[in-house]
């Protein structure tokens, strides 16, 4: 009886450790500049220069669907390794990104090595490092200082859209408290392709407040659906990037 009293209340405190790390949200209330909601989203802190993320992703794309652990490693600015095991042992797939490059390979014997147009043809837009990255971190993926934007309140969220009234429409949309990201959407009608990303919540941590978790809808002739959800994450420990594509293995080719 001493014993299940003890782990009940550890498994109370450490229950309240996390929520007290909830950051806690607000609604929007009252129109602000544009100004001011870039500067807040840009004021939450990303202070690390490496981080271990061990996540559970869930792959929907309408004929294959699995959910798996996946090992994220970044080191920033610089390199993005993935590594997604099954039984939390064997490599099953694994994935190498960097500004110049990005390559992968998967236990069905393929792989490809080159630039960006295969991960921005799955996910719906143009992709580049910096935008991989701040997916993952919970950032818009654009530079908001280089664009103008509409804003409005919607849902309860500051909502940026582009001004251009170009083939391509970004929206990006806020809490009111920290302007942490909730929804960025990039739309294009010709062809017809989207990006949808949305940030149900976010933990304070020293080095950084990052993403409990991310789905992502996208759709290019095909709807792929992704949840990640972040179970633990672990800031500035010397990180290994290991890669070597297996021997024999068949090249995926983009026409």
């Known amino acids: 009886m001493k014993r299940i009293s003890i782990v009940l209340t550890l498994i109370v405190l450490v229950s309240c450790k996390s929520k007290q790390n909830i950051v806690t949200e607000q609604g929007a209330s009252e ?37 798996i652990n996946c090992d994220i490693r970044i080191k920033k600015d610089e390199t993005i390794m993935v590594t997604a095991r099954a039984l939390g042992l064997i490599t099953v797939a694994k994935a190498l990104i960097t500004p110049e490059r990005v390559s992968f390979y998967s236990k ?42 509409n804003v409005s309140i919607e849902g309860e969220k500051y909502k940026l859209k582009t001004k251009e009234g170009n083939n391509i429409i970004k929206e990006f949309l806020f809490e009111g408290a920290n302007f942490l990201l909730k929804d960025q959407i990039v739309s294009q009608q010709n062809p017809l392709r989207s990006l949808e990303v949305n940030y ?10 990052l993403p ?39 090249e995926i080719i983009i026409d």
Do not use: C
């Open 108 to 149: 069905d014997g393929k792989y490809f090595d080159g630039d960006y147009r295969l991960l921005s043809k799955w996910l719906g837009t143009d992709l580049d490092f910096n935008k991989v990255q701040n997916l993952l971190l919970g950032r818009a993926i654009d530079d908001l200082t280089k664009a103008k934007y």
């Open 31 to 67: 129109k602000v500049e544009v100004s001011k909601i870039i500067q807040g989203h840009y004021a939450n802190k990303l202070d690390f220069q490496t981080a271990s993320i061990r996540s559970t992703v869930s792959y929907d794309d309408g004929k294959t669907a699995l959910s």
């Open 212 to 250: 409990l978790s991310m789905n992502i809808d996208a759709y290019e002739k095909t709807k792929v659906k992704i949840e990640v959800n972040y179970n633990s994450i672990s800031f500035d420990e010397k990180l290994n990037f290991p890669y070597t594509i297996p021997e024999g293995y068949e």
């Open 200 to 209: 149900p919540a976010y933990k304070s941590y020293d080095k950084a407040t």
